[in-house]
């Protein structure tokens, strides 16, 4: 017996189970097959492939096809061959890219070959047959009686007919969430919904014998459904590893001319006399790519790159030194002693990937060139969007009726779980004290969120994900359209990877446009030699400002974590730097302080002597991912590719029961080498340090070289290299520290000016000029309207300023309060310049009849009235209001006298502090949510004062108590203990309160304290 018309969470906001669930219960109620049919579409097929092989079932691949006309389910379609695979995907496919062309009865006899087709409605039954397509009738309970339209059309066609029983979920339980899925896909209240909106709560997989019963009156149909799917041997498509080719060359034609464009490249990176070592290299490395098939994957690559001139090749890839003389990656292989074979060797069946990075504000038009140049064999990657915390719990409550600002309020008071927007933790199973309390319907809201967190709910594109296939892409899988027009790859990564499609991933990486701008400033205003032509890791100074951790701004090494980091090594080289960017991996914590240890001086021991010359130059510690596959090949005698598999399953999340078979003949092939069980122990809990998150080293490589480009250029170049870092709308920071870091730099930064200043941030020399795009509450046209406008001629007055532009008033307030129409004012303070603006709004257009108004104001031309003296502390709250920080002093600055009546010390005062107990008053910068090993969150804060920055901990219990205080941008008073640790000072906090308000001058009264 089989079930037909069931359906995975992959029937988008309509089926609840996943596919592993759907097979386990398949497997526990007795079924041996099972049929996977997805409401247009296969997202789920990988996942669904990879549970039936678990449990033991044979799979039956398919897909419900519906008509968009109508939106109702037409046809299920299995695939009863590998020409029926192709034929589902481009049926799938058609019915995405031209829904509104789109007719079952005419697009199904088109792709019917290797299809077994049951039709759900009798005219399509009809018109199918008479298209000469042999459908079956499916037959739902809803449609057993024989005098139903459908089966009365099948027994006149001589059509089989088949049971057919739609089943979206496992248990009566589940049609709650089902109603709440159709409700959230429908924007609808949940105690609104319309009944033909849902299925019914019979709409679940049933055990055999009330299948059986379902179909009672006529015990055939299930009969039929067998027989039918009985003849059905596709398995799952088996597509081996597809690969790019070049259009209009052979595999042959290929390889040859990469073989001469990689020694061209070569010549290029290390002059006209080959190093015998590169040459050996480059034969090793042709010789593989050309007996793997690779080299048009290559060439291709190739000429994405040359469409950018600044790019930053990374991944397993950079470990590949044709890629590098092709201009792919920018690191040499020989010179770091990069594994090749961590990207490609022998033994290897998946397809490894290539990563390029562009400037973020490139990425989108070169993935439009590729789509372009291969249009119809090539499509975007897929992201399967997940319901997550945050999302789920609004969502749950908009569809139980509550508004916003309730929703809003409670959730305040919710545990941290439901802040999350992303993260793989389960919902907490026990309701906290808080949640205990809340009123209803929130008890019922969140038992329902929980259900739901972790169910797909849409489609989205992977950054960058790109994939090319030989021939019509159609013909691998099936393709819809983004919102933009691109075509989309109904898998995610990971799909596209175990069908073996060869992903290109084209990434966007703010750090190189920071880069490509600082050089394009630098050459109007100073000479200046590319660093990426020259060796700036070679640099002291830069290497100085590495190892001292002032590091804000430069590429992946600015984070508080990374910045401590390099504090405590008290190291700048490019060597040192690639270790530290790998080694700072989430699970590594004990290994990253005993990595310090050694490193300044500290004894040890090999872990076993086969690894000490694996893993001599990172001090005997596993840094890399590839240094699991060697550890495991040098030590239990794994092959590369049983080696690489380990290293794969680390990543995975489902990775438990593999990993338990690859820690057994770990164990085993390292006891036969001689390892005692305490080194065996040893060695494979560091290699669990690689769970989920970990770099290899060419990666890491490709990524240090970014960062000492981006670290030259600030050292050297601090005001072009900030107004960049700026311009492209910061990095780990909001814009608040970046200006903070440059007052620390020495710069003097100035207002945005709309008589001097530029759309983006400008920096020459030692100062740094805020942009007119700073400005909060500017639509995105009008700061290029105004440089537009100014190059046509300067302006003249206020008047003009506002003629030629045209701002609307809520404009000019947020021009006015930044400071950008003083230039304008001609000596006029802001007060002056706010009433010539709103006279001139005011005033009646030319030619119009006047009307002498009760209250009238002076003429457009007559004097302006004597304001009092505009408040500085009140001007520089506006200030801040619309820039989001003050341009010539830190706002701490204002808070001077209150922080030293609460015996606050500033930043640079604690390093003299060490093991004392201190107050501390700061603006927050960053925050970061961890969890303890408990699962107790606590948190890592960033705070600066006019001095510097301070990084400080707040562990569980201070942050139960004070979290709340972290809501607000605001100056809190920290009180904690000053802690050293390698000669990185941090402030572990004891208490937080808010930082009273400065004093307002008696004359104005009270004014509050600035915030955003």
């Known amino acids: 017996m089989i079930a037909l018309g069931v359906h995975s969470h992959y029937s988008l906001r309509c089926g609840t189970a996943s596919p592993a669930a759907l097979c386990r219960a398949a497997a526990r109620l007795g079924y041996r097959r099972l049929a996977l049919t997805d409401t247009d579409n296969l997202y789920g097929l990988w996942p669904f492939l990879a ?3 678990r449990e033991g079932i044979e799979p039956v691949v398919g897909a419900a096809l519906t008509d968009p006309r109508r939106g109702s389910p037409a046809a299920l379609c299995l695939a009863a061959t590998d020409e029926g695979y192709r034929n589902l995907c ?30 759900g409605e009798a005219g399509l039954l009809e018109r199918l047959h008479e298209a000469g397509v042999p459908a079956a009738a499916a037959v739902t309970p809803q449609a057993i009686l024989r005098a139903h339209p459908l089966r009365q059309a099948a027994r006149r066609l ?9 089943a979206f979920f496992l248990s009566p339980d589940d049609h709650r969430l089902h109603r709440l899925l159709r409700a959230i896909d429908r924007r609808a209240l949940l105690s609104r919904l319309p009944p033909e909106d849902c299925l019914p709560a019979t709409a679940r997989l049933l055990p055999p014998a009330e299948l059986a019963r379902a179909f009672a009156p006529d015990p055939a149909l299930l009969r039929t459904a067998a027989a039918l799917t009985a003849p059905v041997g ?36 290390y002059g006209a006399e080959l190093p015998e070592a590169a040459v050996e290299r480059l034969e090793h490395e042709l010789a593989l790519i050309a007996r793997m098939g690779y080299a048009g994957y290559f060439l291709i690559v190739r000429d994405i790159v040359a469409l950018s001139p600044r790019t930053c090749g990374r ?11 092709l201009g792919i990656t920018n690191v040499c292989p020989l010179k770091h002693n990069l594994y090749f074979e961590r990207f490609l060797h022998p033994g290897r069946t998946d397809p490894p990937d290539i990563d390029v990075d562009f400037a973020w504000d490139e990425r989108d038009a070169v993935i439009a060139t590729v789509l372009e140049r291969h249009r119809g064999r090539a499509a975007r990657v897929a992201n399967h969007v997940l319901f997550r915390p945050r999302l789920a719990l609004h969502e749950t409550a908009r569809a139980l009726g509550l508004g916003e600002a309730e929703i809003a309020r409670v959730c305040r008071r919710l545990p941290d779980f439901w802040q999350e927007e992303g993260g793989e933790a389960g919902p907490p199973e026990a309701d906290s004290a808080e949640t205990a309390r809340l009123p209803a319907p929130w008890p019922e809201v969140l038992g329902l969120a929980r259900r739901l967190v972790g169910l797909p709910r849409h489609l989205s594109l992977h950054p960058g994900g790109v994939v090319i296939t030989p021939g019509p892409i159609t013909d691998y899988a099936p393709v819809e359209r983004t919102a933009a027009g691109e075509p989309l790859l109904q898998w995610d990564k990971d799909g596209a990877e175990e069908a073996g499609l060869v992903k290109i991933d084209l990434l966007g990486n703010r750090s190189l446009a920071v880069i490509r701008d600082a050089l394009a400033a630098l050459g109007e205003n100073a000479p200046f030699r590319d660093p990426a032509g020259g060796e700036p890791e070679e640099d002291f100074a830069t290497q100085q400002t590495v190892a001292q951790g002032r590091t804000l701004g430069c590429f992946y090494i600015e984070s508080p974590a990374m910045r401590l980091l390099l504090r405590k090594c008290r190291v700048g080289d490019f060597d040192h730097l690639v270790i530290l960017s790998s080694i700072i991996r989430p699970a590594a914590g004990a290994y990253l302080r005993e990595f310090i240890r050694r490193l300044h001086g500290g004894p040890w021991e090999p872990l076993h002597p086969l690894l000490a010359d694996i893993l001599a130059e990172t001090f005997g510690l596993l840094v890399y991912q590839e240094d699991v596959a060697r550890a495991a090949v040098a030590l239990a005698g794994f092959s590369p590719a049983e080696a690489d598999g380990l290293r794969k399953v680390l990543s995975k999340k489902d990775r438990a029961r593999a990993l338990a078979d690859f820690a057994r003949r770990f164990r085993e092939g390292a006891l036969a080498r001689g390892l005692s069980e305490e080194q065996v122990a040893a060695v494979w809990e560091m290699m669990m340090s690689f769970d989920g998150y970990s770099f290899c080293k060419p990666h890491s490589a490709s990524y240090a070289r970014v960062s000492f480009q981006a670290a030259y250029l600030k050292t050297h170049h601090p005001a072009e290299f900030m107004a960049a870092v700026l311009g492209n709308g910061g990095g780990f920071y909001r814009p608040f520290a970046y200006v ?16 001097a200043g530029g759309v983006r941030w400008s920096g020459s020399g030692r100062t740094l000029r805020a942009g007119l795009a700073a400005v909060r509450d500017l639509t995105a046209e009008l700061p290029a309207r105004i440089v537009a406008r100014r190059r046509e001629r300067p302006f003249a007055d206020l008047e003009d300023f506002l003629a030629r532009t045209r701002p609307t008033a809520e404009e000019v307030r947020a021009l006015l309060d930044a400071g950008a129409l003083d230039g304008l004012g001609g000596g006029e303070d802001r007060a002056a310049l706010a009433f010539r603006a709103a006279r001139l709004r005011n005033a009646p257009p030319a030619g119009a009849p006047r009307q002498r108004p009760l209250f009238a104001p002076a003429a457009a031309g007559g004097r302006i009235p004597r304001f009092p003296p505009e408040e500085p502390r009140e001007r520089l709250r506006r200030e801040f209001a619309a820039l989001g920080f003050l341009c010539e002093r830190h706002p701490m600055e204002l808070y001077a006298a209150a922080v030293a009546a609460a015996g606050g010390r500033r930043a640079v005062e604690l390093s003299s502090r060490i093991g004392r107990r201190v107050r501390f008053a700061g603006w927050p910068v960053t925050e970061k949510l961890v969890a303890t090993r408990s699962g107790a969150p606590m948190a890592f804060l960033t705070f600066e004062d006019e001095t510097g920055l301070v990084e400080a901990t707040l562990f569980p219990e201070p942050y ?25 000072v941090t402030l572990t906090v004891e208490t937080l309160q808010p930082l009273p308000p400065p004093p307002a001058p008696a004359r104005r009264g009270g004014t509050a304290a600035i915030r955003a």
């Open 51 to 53: 549970a039936c092989r």
């Open 90 to 119: 481009r049926l799938l496919s058609r019915r995405h890219l031209h829904p509104e062309a789109f007719d079952p009865a005419r697009e199904i006899p088109r792709f019917a070959s290797g299809l077994v087709v049951l039709a």
């Open 158 to 166: 001589g059509a089989p007919e088949a049971a057919v029983h739609p």
């Open 234 to 269: 596709f398995r799952g498509p088996r597509l081996g590893v597809v690969l790019p080719p070049r259009p209009g060359e052979t595999a042959a034609e290929s390889a040859a001319v990469l073989r001469r464009e990689a020694y061209a490249g070569a010549h290029r990176r």
């Open 315 to 325: 991944g397993s890839g950079a470990a590949s030194l044709v890629a590098y003389c």
């Open 740 to 755: 903070s870091e440059a007052r620390r730099l020495g710069l003097t930064v100035l207002p945005p000016d709309v008589a």
């Open 960 to 984: 139960r108590r004070f979290r709340r205080l972290l809501d607000e941008e605001r100056p809190l008073l920290l009180a904690g203990r000053v802690e050293d640790d390698w000669g990185a």
